[in-house]
């Protein structure tokens, strides 16, 4: 699968269309737009797309920011399909403030992934 880095960002960041379900139910958010950050240990999805699900909390945990600030964090498990494939019950962060899904090395350590900054596209292989 191949997608192109979005121009939103500055510089050109990779992005990619994902599906959010619960463990093993049908997918019903549509296609939904998601950064990809090789950076981040864990996948962090709005809790919007959280309450459209009516995903339940799974745990609380601590996180830790890019910054080094930690605070306690709402669990959800879900399955994440990207293209053809589904990753399985993949604990994501929920997040209150942020619009943006967040794939993050949890998810792309799964696949295989790579970065043509160049022409900027992504390619992903499960």
């Known amino acids: 699968m191949i997608s ?5 960002y500055f510089p050109a960041a990779p ?3 994902v599906n959010l379900g619960l463990p093993y139910e049908t997918f019903r ?6 950064f990809v950050d090789t950076g981040a240990d864990a996948t ?7 309450v459209e699900l009516d995903a339940p ?3 609380h945990k601590y996180a830790r920011s890019q910054w080094g600030e930690r605070r306690m964090v709402d ?3 879900l399955d994440i399909g990207i293209g053809d494939s589904r990753i399985l019950s993949v604990e994501t ?3 209150a403030s942020g619009e943006e899904i967040v794939l993050g090395r949890d998810v792309l350590n799964k696949l295989i992934l790579t970065l043509n900054g160049p022409n900027q596209f992504l390619e992903l292989r499960a």
């Open 4 to 8: 192109p880095y979005s121009t939103d």
């Open 15 to 17: 992005t990619i269309e």
């Open 29 to 34: 958010n549509g296609l939904l737009l998601a």
């Open 44 to 50: 962090i999805v709005p809790t919007r797309y959280l």
């Open 57 to 59: 909390i799974d745990n």
């Open 75 to 77: 669990i959800y498990v």
């Open 93 to 95: 962060i929920g997040d």
